[in-house]
C-alpha cells in the first residue's frame, strides 16, 4: 500500500466528520492498482456506513459503488451492508442503496452469495464463520439449501468445545438460530460484523488503550476492547477484569457486550488460573442474580466452556430451549436422570442430551435409559407419537404429490415427507404401497443427509411394525449398503443405521442359520465403537455391545496377536480391529511429537523435520505391522480391507507406496467396489466439505493406480465442469488429467472474476473469442436461462459443440439442455434434434447420454410407450423391439419398461423379449428383467428358469442379488422348485456380501420348511 493511500485511511479514521467527507471523496476518485489497495478501502468505507450522519453514509455509498465498477469481484464484502441500508429510513440513502443492488455485481453477488456464505461457515477464521451465522439468519432465513450446509457445522460446534473459536461460533449459532428475540439477534450480528470488519485494522495489545475502549460510550469501541482481550488473554491486569465484571453487571449494557464480557472472563480463567476460581464463583453467583434467560444461557455456556458442573436442576427444566440445551451439557451425575429424549423436539437439545449421556461419568443405569429410549423409533428427533395419528387420507395425498416432485422440493418438505411416510407405515403395515418404496429408494439416495437420515428411521419403523419385515427390506435391499451407509458422512445417518442394525439382529435371532449375518453386524458395532469419530456413534454402539451382545471392548487389549487371533474365529472384525490399532497409534504419536513440541520449544523448521521422521517411522510401523499379519495368515488381504488403511499411510514415501501397491494386489475386488461406492456418496453430497472429502479419497486411490479415476469419470466431470465451488473444481479437473482424459485448468483468479462480468461481455467474449472459453461457458451456463436473445446462444452453441476440447462441448450440451428443460428455444428446436442426433454417439459418454436426454425432452426420441393417436400398436412394438438393441443401456432398460406395461395388459408374447434380455451385457438391463419376470405367474416363466438359474454365477453381486430375490419369489408361488434349485444356490455361499448371504438363508430356511411339511 503506498503511503498517499495509508495517509487518505488515516484521516478517515478521526473523529472529525469533515475530514472523514474528504477521505471519503479522495478514495472515491481514485483508480486502484491492484487488488490488496481495492479491498482495504472498501472494508474502511463500509465502516463508515454505521456513521450516525447521513452525509457520511450516502458519499461512502458513492465511493463504494465507484471501487466496485473497478473490482465488481469485491461486491460479496460489501452486500449485506448495502441491503441494510436499503432499508434505511433516511430516504436518500436508501435510494442510492436501492441503485446499487439493481447493478449487475451486485445480482450476480446475491445469486452466488449462499455458495459464498457456505464456504464461510468453514473458513479457518472464526470471526469470519461467526459472521456468516448471522448473515445466514438475516438475509436468508429461509433458504433450504444454505441452511443444510450449515446445520453440519452446527453439530460439530455445538457438541465439542475443544477450540475455543469452534465454541464460540457454537454459541451464536444456537442464538442465531432458536432466540425468538429478533432486536437481540439483530445486535448479536450487528457488532459481528463490526467485529469481523475491525479485525483487519485491528492493533496491538496496549492495557492503557483497552480500558480507554472500554470506558467509551461508543459501543463500536468496547467491541473492539472486548476483542483485543479475547485474543490476548494473558495480558490482562486487576482492572481489566473488573471492568469485565462491571459490564457483565450492568443492566444497561446491550445483550451482546455482556455476551463479549462473559466470554472474555471465561477465556481468561481458562488461560489464568490464579483468577479461575474466582471468575467460576462470580459467575455462578451471576446466575442466581441474573434472571434473564439468555443469560443464563450465556453463562451456562461459559461454565462448560470452563469444565465445571452446576448441581441444581432448576435449568434442566426450563422452559427456554436454549438453557435446556446447555443445561444438559452442565448437569452433574446426579440430575442426569432428568434427561428425556422423549421431552424434547429441539434436534440441537436431542443432541445435546446424546451427548451427555455418552460421557465417561455416566453410570450404568442411565446408560441403559438411554439406549432404550434409542431403540424406539418414535423418540427419534422432530418425531412426536401424535404425529402417528394423522389422517391417512391426507398423508397419502402428500405422498403422491411429492413422489412426482422429488427432485424439485426443498430438503425441509422431503423431511416432512418421510414422517408422513413413517406414520403411514405405522398405521397400516400391510398397505404400503409402490409409490412409498420409490420414495423411501429416492430419499436414500438423496443428497442432504438429513433427508438420507429420515429414510433410515422410515426403515426403523418398518421392522418395529411389519409381521414381515423382509418385504420391504427386498425392494431397497440394492440401495442400503452396510459398509457404504455406515461410512456415511452424517452421524445421525451412522446413529440411525446400527439402530437399524440392531433391530434386524433381533429379527435374525428367530430363524437359523443366520449366525454368519449377526456376525456381520456385530462387526460393524465393533468397527462404529472403535473407529466413529462422533462420541455419540461410538458410544452407542458401545452401549448396544455392552448390554444387547454383553461384549466390552478393551481397547488396551488390542495388540498383533489379538487381531491374528480374530481373523480365525471373527473375520467380519479384522478390518475394524486393525483401522482402530493403526489410528490409535498414529493419533498416540501426533500427541507425543505436539506435546515434545511444546516443552521444547521448536522451532518450525526443526518441528518439520521432526514430523517428517515420524510419518517415515510409522509407515515403517504399519508395514511391519502388515507383514506381520501377512506372515501368519496368507490370505489375510481377502479379510482385511486395505482400502481402509489407505487413508493413514504416507502414499508420497516410495517404499510405503509399492508395498500399499502390493497389498491392493493381493486384494479383493469387492473392497475397491465398496470403497468405489463410499466414495462416490461424498462426491454427490450437498456439503461441499464432503465433496473435498471425496475427492482426497480419489487422490489417494490415484496414487496406487491412475486407472481407479475411471470409477470416477461421471463425478469428476460433473464437479470439474459445474460445482459451486472454485476450489473443488480446480481439484477434480487436476484428477481428470492424471487419468489421461485431459480437462480444463480451472484458474481461481479468472474463475471468480467472470462470475462478475457483465452477460453480454460474456456472450460477445465467446463469439469472438476474446476471453477464457471454460469460465465463459461456465458462467454462460449459470445465466442462459435469463438471457433474452436466443439467437447469440445458439449461435455461441453451434461453434462450442465442434470444439476440439470434450469439456467445451459438454458445456454446450448441457447448456441446451438446460434451455429445452426451461422451454426457452422451442423455436430452434430443429436445429437441436438435428444436433443430438448427430452427437447422439459421441465417444465422451456425457455428452451422448447429454443428447439423448435432450431428445427425451424434446419427444423427439421417445422411450416409453404412450399413447399415440396416429401411432398403430404393431408400430409401437416394432419400435420398441429396435430400442431393445441400443448400444445405450438406458435405452434398452426404458425399452423393457414399456414392455411392462404390455405384458401386464396380457400380451404375453413379449415375455421371450424379456427372457432374451438376461443375457444383456450390462447389469442394469438384467437386473430390469429379472424384475418383470418375478412379477409374473410362475407358468409364464417357467420356461426361463434354467436362464434364471444361470445368472447365479455372473459376475456382478447386484444380479447374482437380484437373481435369488426372483428365485424366491418364484418358489413363494411355486415351492415344488425349491429342490431343483437349490445345489446352484449352495454353490455361491462362498459370497461375503451380507445381503446374497442373508437372501441365501431365506432360501435354505424355505427349502427346509418345503421339505418338513412334504
Not at 469481523?196 to 492503557?208: A, D, G, S
Not at 506372515?631 to 481402509?644: G, L, R, S, T
Not at 404375453?908 to 409374473?936: C, F, M, N
Not at 426361463?944 to 419369489?969: F, G, H, R, Y
Request: glycine letters at 2%; charged letters at 30%; hydrophobic letters at 35%.
Amino acid at each position: 500500500m503506498n503511503e498517499n493511500l495509508t495517509k487518505v485511511l488515516n484521516n478517515l479514521k478521526k473523529d472529525s466528520w469533515y475530514s472523514k467527507l474528504n477521505s471519503i471523496n479522495t478514495l472515491g476518485g481514485l483508480i486502484f492498482q491492484n487488488h490488496y489497495d481495492a479491498k482495504i478501502s472498501l472494508l474502511s468505507l463500509i465502516m463508515e456506513l454505521t456513521s450516525s450522519k447521513a452525509v457520511v453514509q450516502t458519499r461512502a455509498l458513492w465511493a463504494i459503488n465507484n471501487i466496485l465498477k473497478q473490482y465488481p469481484e469485491l461486491s460479496y464484502l460489501a452486500f449485506p451492508y448495502i441491503l441494510k441500508m436499503a432499508d434505511s429510513k433516511v430516504v436518500a440513502t436508501k435510494n442510492i442503496a436501492r441503485d446499487m443492488l439493481t447493478k449487475p455485481g451486485m445480482r450476480y453477488t446475491k445469486d452466488r452469495y449462499n455458495t459464498i456464505l457456505s464456504k464461510e461457515l468453514y473458513s479457518s477464521d472464526v470471526l469470519v464463520r461467526m459472521n456468516a451465522v448471522t448473515k445466514v439468519w438475516k438475509i436468508f432465513p429461509t433458504d433450504p439449501n444454505l441452511l443444510c450446509t450449515l446445520i453440519p457445522s452446527l453439530f460439530n460446534d455445538n457438541i465439542s468445545y475443544s477450540r475455543d473459536d469452534r465454541f464460540m461460533q457454537g454459541l451464536v449459532s444456537l442464538l442465531v438460530l432458536q432466540s425468538q428475540n429478533k432486536e437481540v439477534i439483530d445486535q448479536f450480528s450487528d457488532y459481528i460484523g463490526i467485529i469481523n470488519l475491525y479485525k483487519n485494522f485491528i492493533r496491538e495489545f496496549n492495557r492503557n488503550e483497552v480500558i480507554y475502549l472500554l470506558n467509551s460510550n461508543d459501543s463500536k469501541d468496547v467491541v473492539i476492547g472486548l476483542t483485543l482481550i479475547n485474543a490476548n488473554p494473558e495480558k490482562v491486569n486487576s482492572e481489566i477484569i473488573d471492568k469485565l465484571l462491571e459490564l457483565s453487571r450492568n443492566n444497561r449494557c446491550e445483550i451482546f457486550l455482556k455476551y463479549k464480557a462473559i466470554m472474555a472472563l471465561s477465556v481468561i480463567a481458562n488461560k489464568c488460573n490464579p483468577v479461575r476460581e474466582k471468575i467460576i464463583n462470580i459467575l455462578k453467583r451471576s446466575l442466581v442474580e441474573e434472571p434473564n434467560d439468555l443469560y443464563t444461557y450465556l453463562t451456562l455456556t461459559c461454565l462448560k466452556y470452563l469444565g465445571e458442573k452446576i448441581e441444581t436442576e432448576k435449568y434442566i427444566k426450563s422452559q427456554n430451549e436454549l438453557v435446556r440445551a446447555i443445561a444438559a451439557q452442565t448437569s452433574t451425575v446426579n440430575n442426569l436422570n432428568l434427561l428425556n429424549l422423549y421431552d424434547e423436539s429441539s434436534i440441537i437439545n436431542c443432541m445435546s442430551i446424546m451427548h451427555r449421556l455418552t460421557k465417561k461419568d455416566v453410570p450404568e443405569e442411565i446408560q441403559k435409559k438411554y439406549i432404550n429410549q434409542l431403540y424406539d423409533p418414535w423418540s427419534y428427533i422432530n418425531v412426536k407419537r401424535k404425529y402417528s395419528y394423522m389422517n391417512p387420507k391426507d398423508v397419502e395425498k402428500t405422498l403422491n404429490k411429492n413422489l412426482n416432485t422429488w427432485k424439485s422440493e426443498d430438503w425441509v418438505s422431503k423431511v416432512i415427507t418421510m414422517i408422513d411416510l413413517g406414520c403411514k407405515l405405522h398405521n397400516d403395515p400391510k398397505q404400503y404401497s409402490e409409490e412409498s418404496i420409490q420414495l423411501l429408494k429416492d430419499s436414500i439416495n438423496d443428497s442432504f443427509g438429513i433427508v438420507r437420515t429420515e429414510a433410515i428411521w422410515v426403515l426403523r419403523v418398518a421392522l418395529e411394525c411389519f409381521e414381515d419385515p423382509f418385504d420391504i427390506l427386498e425392494e431397497v435391499n440394492e440401495y442400503i449398503q452396510p459398509e457404504v451407509v455406515i461410512n456415511d458422512n452424517n452421524l445421525l445417518v451412522r446413529l440411525n443405521f446400527i439402530l437399524l442394525l440392531k433391530k434386524f439382529n433381533e429379527i435374525l435371532s428367530k430363524y437359523e442359520g443366520c449366525e454368519d449375518r449377526k456376525e456381520a453386524i456385530t462387526a460393524i458395532l465393533i468397527d462404529r465403537a472403535l473407529n466413529d469419530g462422533a462420541s455419540i456413534v461410538s458410544k452407542t454402539s458401545e452401549y448396544i455391545l455392552k448390554y444387547e451382545y454383553g461384549i466390552e471392548i478393551d481397547k488396551e487389549g488390542i495388540d498383533i496377536e489379538y487381531i491374528i487371533k480374530c481373523m480365525e474365529t471373527y473375520p467380519y472384525s479384522t478390518t475394524p480391529l486393525v483401522r482402530y490399532y493403526l489410528k490409535n497409534k498414529v493419533s498416540h504419536q501426533d500427541k507425543e511429537n505436539e506435546a515434545e513440541a511444546e516443552t521444547d520449544g521448536k522451532n518450525d523448521s526443526s518441528t518439520s523435520e521432526s514430523k517428517n521422521s515420524e510419518e517415515i517411522e510409522l509407515n515403517n510401523y504399519t508395514i511391519e505391522f502388515l507383514q506381520e499379519i501377512f506372515k501368519n495368515k496368507k490370505d489375510c488381504f481377502e479379510i482385511i480391507n486395505i482400502f481402509h488403511i489407505l487413508d493413514l499411510l504416507d502414499l508420497d514415501d516410495e517404499k510405503t507406496l509399492e508395498y500399499a501397491r502390493n497389498m491392493v494386489e493381493l486384494s479383493s475386488n469387492k473392497f475397491l467396489e465398496t470403497k468405489s461406492k463410499i466414495i462416490k456418496k461424498l462426491l454427490n453430497d450437498i456439503n461441499w466439505t464432503t465433496r473435498k472429502k471425496g475427492l482426497l479419497y480419489i487422490s489417494q486411490l490415484l496414487k496406487i493406480n491412475d486407472d481407479y479415476g475411471n470409477l470416477f469419470n461421471d463425478e469428476l466431470v460433473n464437479i470439474a465442469l459445474f460445482d459451486d465451488i472454485v476450489e473443488l473444481r480446480s481439484k477434480a479437473s487436476n484428477l481428470l488429467n492424471k487419468t489421461g482424459h485431459g480437462s480444463p485448468k480451472i484458474d481461481k483468479r479468472y474463475a471468480i472474476a467472470y462470475l462478475f462480468k457483465s452477460t453480454s461481455m460474456i456472450i460477445n467474449g465467446l463469439k469472438f473469442e476474446n476471453i477464457r472459453a471454460v469460465e465463459g461457458l461456465y458462467t454462460l451456463y449459470l445465466r442462459c436461462d435469463t438471457v433474452k436473445n436466443m439467437e447469440d446462444i445458439l449461435m455461441i452453441l453451434s461453434k462450442y459443440r465442434h470444439s476440439t476440447k470434450w469439456y467445451e462441448r459438454v458445456y454446450a450440451y448441457k447448456i441446451i439442455e438446460k434451455l429445452v428443460s426451461e422451454s426457452k428455444i422451442e423455436e430452434y428446436y430443429y436445429e437441436i434434434i438435428s444436433w443430438c442426433t448427430e452427437d447422439m454417439e459421441d465417444p465422451v459418454p456425457v455428452i451422448a447420454n447429454t443428447c439423448k436426454s435432450i431428445l427425451r425432452i424434446v419427444d423427439h426420441f421417445e422411450y416409453y410407450a404412450q399413447e399415440d393417436e396416429e401411432d398403430s400398436f404393431k408400430e409401437r412394438i416394432k419400435r420398441l423391439e429396435y430400442y431393445l438393441m441400443d448400444s445405450d443401456w438406458n435405452v434398452r432398460v426404458e425399452a423393457l419398461n414399456s414392455l411392462r406395461e404390455f405384458i401386464s395388459e396380457g400380451h404375453y408374447s413379449y415375455i421371450e423379449d424379456v427372457i432374451g434380455r438376461l443375457q444383456d451385457p450390462h447389469w442394469r438391463v438384467k437386473t430390469t428383467a429379472l424384475g418383470i419376470l418375478s412379477d409374473l405367474d410362475y407358468e409364464l416363466v417357467v420356461i426361463a428358469l434354467p436362464e434364471i438359474i444361470n445368472l447365479l454365477n455372473d459376475q456382478s453381486e447386484t444380479v447374482v442379488l437380484k437373481t435369488l430375490i426372483t428365485l424366491k419369489k418364484l418358489a413363494n408361488k411355486e415351492p415344488r422348485i425349491l429342490p431343483k434349485i437349490m445345489s446352484s444356490v449352495e454353490g455361491i455361499e462362498s459370497y461375503s456380501t451380507w445381503s446374497i448371504k442373508e437372501e441365501i438363508t431365506k432360501l435354505k430356511i424355505m427349502n427346509y420348511n418345503y421339505l418338513k411339511r412334504n
